[in-house]
């Protein structure tokens, strides 16, 4: 028995198969999709990673069983194309020889099969199926599905199932959530049939009981199917806990597992609850399960959310609100996350900060990515880990933000000796700032994680209260240099701008109320907005001023939408707007009508972007021969830049 873990490292029968601890990954689509839709060797390696870091089972995502009608975008994998069954069999195989069940997700997207929707705005198809004859709101017509075709997608789920089987999967997640075709059978808000698969709870899971008859009858007794379903699906006219649960009783006669999850992601406003953004407390979707978990009686319960905290994940299962954790996010950030647990190395574990990068990526450049973990979409390279160097150099690195500290902490990985120069008194460069921020507590921490690897390096020398200039590094004369030294917050040239009330987000100290009860926020990037939300919270009258028409027009769109609803709730604000000055009577700006407004503030926060340390980082990388420049001092941007320039640089050394 685990001393400390004990209920996370008991292992539980599902079916008939065994999962060796409680800590299951949910699905994910692959990484990075090839765009022929199989399983491409990098995707396998994928899942092979997170195979090999201790997780009971891994599960290959959105797999979808009848792509004519029920795929909705393009990074569903082909499971009706038997084409496909050699990459079904090299990834059971890859995630099998650690001990570790393959786990496959059936799909089919019903009403935005093939038809613009969030998950696919640019899809070109003019009509789909769904429960009910209904016309979505982008003009969209559904059509109900008849008998047959019920039938006949049934059939579908069988026969992927069948092929995954026979290519060495053991396990199958039908999903029944998020607003896929299974989710909207049971939801009152899609379905209003009156025949026997629409009206009472029972008649709602007829379709879905069909399904999960015909994948039985495709496969060996006992193989076990855990059914995804969204506790609740929160939002008007979606079922509500109460139903959840009655649908969850239905059920659980027919599956071996129910794995509760929440809401709908075809609701845009909903996407950053379905994928808990930061803004929501971990583990927020826990309740659903804990409340299924007391109807459900006959078969383990799992839940899913936002959980990266072993201890937290360990209480849920200990206090039965869950019998299993899924463990999503965190797994793409940190693969090792369960062996990690097990070993008592917690705080190895590189968490993942919820800030959905690795979803919006999708959307933007079509790969998958993550913020702080750059070996996505390397996943080839990275199952044989960092190249040791057959010729160890002398590596200096000028700046300990997220840029400097990452190149240090590759270099010193592959061999090389790393001397670490910051110009300040503590490690951790702009992610400083989000010290302040109650709900960005994970930034911080990773910040902390890396200034504890690099303390765990023999070969990484950290030199605090050090500025390197030109002469300095002629001085220590290293064969490599990466530049890391960030960059300048923007002072406005606005008269007043020196008064005591202002400040910049650098001066926010953790624990302390520094601002006032009124407060104005000069500029309305992502900082400025973040800063926003967090001073609402402790209870300020906050209001932001932008020059631009939106706000947080640089922030990521996924997180962008979890921002705009928590700014909705009370921030204040005028974009379009200039300010004029800061005086006595507060800040002083023209609307974008050209109106003057005047805003009492007790304190002005001044969020107005940061200045590449341009000059000064040019200056540095000409002292010597072999460098880079990384983050902030090229072009200010997300954290994630930073993270990519300075590991590249430390790998390229
Ligand atoms: C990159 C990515 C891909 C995902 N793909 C799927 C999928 O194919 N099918 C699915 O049911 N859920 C998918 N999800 C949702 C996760 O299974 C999970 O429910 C969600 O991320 C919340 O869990 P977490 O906070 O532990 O990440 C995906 C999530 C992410 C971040």
């Known amino acids: 028995m685990h001393e400390k873990y004990p209920h996370l490292f008991q292992p539980l029968k599902v079916g008939n198969v065994v999962l ?36 009971a089972n891994i599960t290959v995502g959105d797999v ?81 599905m008849d008998e047959e075709m019920m039938k006949h997608i049934a059939q579908c789920f069988a026969d992927t199932a069948r092929m995954a089987y026979e290519a060495g999967f053991e396990m199958f997640i039908l999903h029944g959530g998020h607003g896929w075709m299974i ?36 496969l060996p007794k006992g193989t076990p199917i855990d059914f995804r379903m969204s506790g609740a699906e929160l939002y008007e006219g979606g079922y509500d806990i109460e139903e959840g649960c009655r649908i969850a009783e239905v059920l659980q006669d027919y599956v071996d ?51 990266n905290d072993p201890a937290m994940a360990e209480e849920i299962i200990a206090s039965g609100k869950a019998d299993v954790v899924c463990v999503g996010r965190a797994s793409i950030c940190d693969p090792q996350w369960a062996n990690k647990v097990r070993q008592g190395r917690e705080d190895d574990i590189r968490k993942c900060v ?33 190249v040791p160097t057959v010729a160890p150099k002398r590596v200096l ?59 765990k390096k023999d070969n990484v020398e950290i030199r605090l209260n050090t500025t390197v200039t030109p002469e300095l590094v002629r001085e220590i004369a290293p064969d490599a240099l990466v530049c890391a030294i960030g960059a300048r917050a923007v002072t406005p040239p606005i008269p007043g701008i020196d008064r005591p009330e202002v ?21 309305g ?46 921030v204040k604000s005028y974009c379009g707007a200039t300010v004029k000055a800061i005086t006595d009577a507060g800040v002083e700006l023209t609307d974008k009508d050209g109106n003057t407004v005047v805003l009492p503030a007790d304190t002005v926060l001044v969020a107005a972007g940061l200045k590449s340390l341009e000059e000064e980082s040019l200056a540095i990388v000409d002292a010597c021969d072999r460098s880079w420049r990384v983050g902030d001092c090229v072009r200010p941007g997300l954290v994630r830049n930073a993270v990519q320039g300075g590991h590249y640089a430390g790998m390229d050394i």
């Open 397 to 455: 690195v000028a700046g300990g933000g997220p840029g400097g500290m990452n190149a240090a902490l590759a270099a010193a990985e592959r061999g090389h000796d790393v001397i670490l120069c910051e110009a300040t008194g503590e490690l951790g460069g702009q992610i400083l700032c989000e010290k302040y921020i109650g709900f960005k507590d994970d930034f911080y921490d990773y910040s902390q994680w890396l200034v504890r690897q690099l303390k």
């Open 64 to 144: 979808i069983v009848d792509t004519v009608h029920g795929k909705a975008h393009s990074f569903q994998v082909h499971g009706d194309d038997p084409g496909i069954a050699p990459s079904f069999a090299r990834t059971a195989r890859a995630i099998k020889r650690h001990d570790c069940v393959p786990c496959m997700e059936l799909s089919h997207a019903g009403k935005y099969g093939g038809v613009p929707c969030l998950s696919n705005p640019t899809a070109t198809g003019k009509f789909s199926y769904g429960p009910s004859d209904e016309v979505m709101a982008n003009g969209i017509q559904v059509k109900a």
């Open 354 to 386: 919820r800030c959905l990068s690795c979803l919006n990526q999708v959307k933007v450049s079509r790969a998958n990515w993550c913020a702080l973990n750059m070996d996505i979409g390397e996943e080839l390279k990275a199952l044989s880990g960092p």
């Open 503 to 523: 400040i910049y987000p650098q001066d926010l100290k953790r624990g302390e109320d520094m601002v006032g009860q009124r407060v104005v926020i000069i500029g």
């Open 257 to 307: 597992m129910i794995h509760v999850s929440a809401g709908n992601h075809e609701v845009l406003a909903h996407i950053g609850r379905t994928h808990p953004l930061n803004f929501l407390p971990h583990g927020v979707n826990v309740y659903l399960a804990a409340e299924i978990k007391k109807h459900v009686t006959k078969v383990p319960v799992a839940c899913v959310g936002g959980i």
């Open 183 to 218: 989710n909207q059978f049971l939801s009152p808000a899609c379905n209003r049939r009156t025949d026997q698969y629409g009206g009472s709870t029972e008649n709602r899971c007829r379709f879905p009981i069909m399904i999960i008859q015909a994948i039985r009858a495709a």
């Open 525 to 570: 990037g992502l900082a400025g907005c973040d800063t926003a939300v967090d001073f609402h919270r402790k209870g300020k009258d906050v209001t932001i001023v932008e020059m631009k028409d939106a706000l947080a027009a640089d922030a990521e769109m996924f997180y962008r939408v979890g921002l705009m609803l928590e700014l909705d709730k009370g």
């Open 20 to 55: 060796k601890n409680r800590i299951m990954t949910p699905p994910m689509s692959p990484q990075n999709h090839p765009s022929d839709h199989f399983i491409g060797p990098n995707n396998t390696a994928f899942y092979e990673l997170r195979a090999k870091g201790g997780f």
